[in-house]
């Protein structure tokens, strides 16, 4: 009897951790800024962006010459802007300016990272675009990685971009839990949600999802299951490699399918 009181108390305390800690497990920022576009021969402007709650944001607005769009970039849950350069080389041979911002608690950004404060944060850059630089939204294109899909996708709801790219995407936190901890109740002690399968129900724009079967982190099941819930036009890019650097090893495999996503749905400006 008194072994099963200490297991249900190590079970209670567990319980307890994960719902008190669960942005730790979510958000793994980093505050240093290591490098920047330069350091992969692109040119860029610094941008201090305010979300409508007053936090300064950290950002970065890569040109690309004659842009076919502007790629709106919504980072994972890791490191901060500084650790995407390969990506932006790619999106520069795509014909695609790019603007980048850390989230609350990423990088140079004010704050702690929250679920409705990354939304705040999009929301941010999605009017610098519009109001600042009076980009119109059918030349934006929202672009998500990992968890930054579950941000791109609300944005792409509450507001009217050219097409929106999940990559790598979960269909919510509870579900991603619940494949980490199958011995915990999950969905019970979520406080993070990210419920990007009900608002890719919502998405009207064009969709691509991409996603590889190697995926070691995000399974490629969430990324179908995603695919399956858009609505049409969308379209499907199954890639190779792991979860962090499969847009690189997927190779033209990758960059072609973009390409020709972004020829079929967007208008040259």
Known sequence: MQILLAIAAVYGAILILVYLFQPRLVFMPTRVVHSTPSDAGLSYEAVTLRASDGVKLSAWFIPADKPRATLLFCHGNAGNIADRLESFVLFQDLR?????????????????????GTYLDATAAWDYLVKERQIPPSQIVLFGRSLGGA???WLAVEQAPAALILESTFTSVPDMGARLYPFLPVRLLARIHYNTKDRIRQVKCPVLVVHSPQDEIVPYAFGRKLF???NPPKEFLEI?????DGFLTSGRRYSDGLDAFLSRHLAEP
């Open 96 to 116: 695609l300016s790019v603007f980048i911002f850390d989230y609350r608690g990423y990088g140079a950004s004010e704050g702690k990272p929250t679920e409705q």
């Open 240 to 244: 190779t490699g792991s979860h962090n």
């Open 228 to 230: 399956e819930l858009a």
């Open 151 to 153: 941000v791109a996708a």
